[in-house]
């Protein structure tokens, strides 16, 4: 019985029961915060960039989180979550040694295969860049293996930046082309302006060889896909990871239904030449021009 | 389960018989089945029998569906309380070991329920209860809303164990299984006679004739229809009627959406996780955390109903999941007939195309 037993001490056929895990350190910032975790068996987590887990704050509920850490770093895991909901608001204020439930990993993640001797190309719109700093971790842990690593992220205001420390880095990094942008700059803003469409304008991609992976609100999808498809890429190397509503992760309890998809299971990371064809899929829609 | 070629068997059971027959198994284990509403004569529920003489075998149509049996409106998934880690306690289903009085075409949502969470990976808490229960199916008598003979499951007997028809001399019993076999064992029964398969056939004719409404074109056609067209303006129409209160999908013998919840005891240290049936035409049924709904026009609700039952599901499962059983027509609160809208769907597909 390998579906969800596949790591020891979990009894396959306890569905919807969670594995405990601690809270090893949470680092919270204005908007949201960074929790790692270790499961209770200490075991890995075995997911793979894209993926994301059910969390269970007991008492509160469970709600689907993407891992933002790659599994390339060590066996614990790491979760970024906005304080939006019961459950989310709960676990934002969580301490260090608090135990969570995890079920998981669920989900199709970003094609490191496809990825592979291809230049990489994420953009992430807002709290997007959770799931892609995952992929963004793994390509510089495996670097020989890919091409350029271009990333462009935009947050709303400078406050709103995610994963501070990392972009630093990343911009300081010589394997990574990193563009950072925001909608609104304050007085303190010195860089650039305007939503991640403008540096995308900007990027000399090799358009044969070059793989994207796209994550944000569902407005950026198709202005970003349209851009892409200007500069001329396949649109079978484009890739969109789609935020539904998923409750079970295991495709029955019927949220997160997409056409006939469920996207918990058959995304929730899809080609966007597969989006195209499905009426509901409000992300792929080609913006009116 | 092996398949046994000795089965199906028939015999006959007299109506003494299966009171004798009731009553033996009552006394090993819980056991659901059709009796009379409480709080409404002349309407029927399923639920747990306490006596034999409340069984009624003949019966219309029950508001609720009985796949209650095996997924509860609302249910305990586990218990939690405070400690490092966290003790966290399964809670196993409470089936009963005896589903009795199942009309065919409750029989053939059970199959569809089985077919969709027996998808990999599977609900194991579906299955848990399925495995643990014998089903006792019993042919009906079709009222106005039935429509279950043209999407073929009026003879439908999958997944019962023993099937019964009423006859002049009691029921014909159809043994389906070995488990049916042996869960008849005790009972007093005779051998079926030629006059007994007639008298079935009879019936079974009689209940043929009795099922007037029909959906217009085969469900194989009806996906391809819903595929191909957007059909915006009935979607609307239905959508304008609509209260989107959820009735239909909480009487469908089909519909197998849920949610999950917690809640805490009052020593605020422990607590359990609960799982109730969702609707998909509630407003929040889709959204997210960020606040999107998507879905949040009624007409893209109403659409997602028809697309979920007769497009997306028949194509994974290759069967519609809709029995015909006409539980949501009767129940909506805004008397939308889900056979007298799909036809109308149909009636646009095939507008002037020659082929009604």
Redesign the interface.
């Known amino acids: 019985m390998p579906?969800?037993g596949k790591r020891a001490g979990v009894?396959?056929?306890?569905?919807?029961?969670?594995e405990?895990a601690?809270i090893v350190s949470i680092r919270r910032e204005a908007v949201d915060a960074v929790i790692e975790l270790e499961l209770?068996d200490r075991s890995a987590l075995g997911h793979k960039p894209g993926q994301f887990v059910q969390v269970?704050?007991?008492?509160?509920?469970?709600?689907p989180i993407s891992i933002c850490s790659s599994p390339t770093r060590t066996g614990r895991f790491k979760l970024c979550v906005?304080p939006?909901?019961h459950v989310?608001n709960a676990l934002y204020r969580a301490s260090e040694g608090d135990?969570v439930?995890i079920r998981g990993p669920f989900g199709r993640g970003f094609p490191i295969r496809t990825m592979r001797n291809r230049d990489v190309l994420a953009v992430a719109g807002g709290i997007g860049l959770a799931p892609l700093r995952s992929l963004i971790q793994y390509v510089r842990d495996n670097r020989e293996a890919y091409g350029r690593l271009v990333v462009v992220y935009g947050a709303r205001n400078p406050s709103l930046i995610l994963f501070r420390t990392d972009v630093e880095a990343w911009t300081r990094g010589e394997d990574v082309e990193m563009f950072l942008t925001v909608d609104e700059a304050d007085e303190s803003w010195t860089g650039r302006t305007g939503v991640v469409t403008g540096p995308l304008k900007e990027i000399d991609l090799s358009t044969r060889s070059t793989v994207a992976a796209v994550v944000g609100?569902?407005v950026m999808f198709r202005f970003v896909a349209a851009e892409l498809l200007a500069k001329g890429m396949n649109r079978r190397r484009i890739f969109f990871s789609l935020?539904?509503?998923f409750?079970?992760g295991?495709?029955?309890?019927?949220?997160?239904?997409?056409?006939?998809m469920y996207v918990c299971?058959d995304g929730p990371v899809f080609r966007y030449s597969d989006l195209e064809g499905f009426?509901?899929a409000?992300e792929a829609r080609a913006p009116e021009r | 389960m092996m398949r046994d070629r000795s089965l199906p068997s028939y015999c006959v059971i007299s109506p003494g018989s299966v009171l004798d027959f009731t009553a033996g198994i009552l006394g090993k284990g819980p056991v659901m089945g059709p009796m009379v509403r409480p709080d409404q004569p002349g309407f029927h529920v399923f639920d747990r029998l306490r006596r034999p003489e409340d069984l009624v075998l003949e019966y219309t149509t029950t508001t609720m569906p009985p796949k209650k049996a095996f997924f509860p409106p609302t249910e305990t998934v586990f218990r939690f309380s405070a400690g490092d880690p966290p003790n966290l306690t399964p809670v196993r289903g409470d089936p009963p070991w005896v589903l009795l009085g199942v009309h065919p075409c409750d029989l053939s949502a059970i199959d569809a329920l089985d077919r969709a969470y027996s998808f990999p990976p599977p609900d194991r808490r579906w299955r848990h209860n399925r495995d643990r229960s014998i089903i006792v199916g019993v042919d009906c008598m079709p009222d106005e809303y039935c429509f279950c003979d043209s999407l073929g499951v009026s003879q439908a007997r999958r997944p019962c164990d023993l099937f019964l028809t009423e006859i002049e001399r009691g029921y014909l019993v159809e043994t389906h299984t070995r488990a049916g076999g042996e869960l008849l064992g005790e009972a007093r029964t005779s051998n079926a006679l030629g006059q007994d398969f007639l008298e079935a056939e009879h019936r079974r004719r009689q209940k043929a004739l009795g099922i007037q409404a029909r959906l217009s074109a085969d469900p194989g056609r009806l996906a391809d229809f819903l595929e191909a067209e957007p059909f915006q303006e009935i979607w609307e129409d239905i959508a304008a009627r609509c209260y989107s209160c959820g009735s239909c999908n909480t009487t469908c013998p089909a519909c197998f959406c849920f949610t999950m919840d917690d809640v805490f005891h009052w020593d605020l240290q422990s607590g359990e996780r609960r799982r109730a049936w969702d609707s998909c035409q509630l407003l929040d049924f889709a959204a997210v955390a960020g606040g999107h709904r998507f879905r949040e026009d009624r007409w893209q609700r109403v659409r997602h109903r028809w697309h979920r039952k007769f497009l997306h599901l028949y194509r994974r499962f290759g069967r519609p999941f809709c029995t015909g059983c006409g539980r949501c027509s009767r129940a909506c609160t805004a008397d939308i007939n889900i056979l007298d809208e799909t036809n109308r769907i149909i009636a646009a597909a095939t507008k002037g195309r020659g082929h009604a």
Request: aromatic letters at 10%.
């Open positions: 579906e969800t009894p396959a056929d306890w569905t919807y029961l969670p405990p601690r209770a269970s704050m007991f008492g509160f509920g469970e709600i906005r939006a909901g989310s135990w439930g609100p569902p935020e539904r509503r409750e079970c295991i495709g029955k309890c019927g949220h997160c239904q997409l056409n006939g299971q009426s509901e409000v």
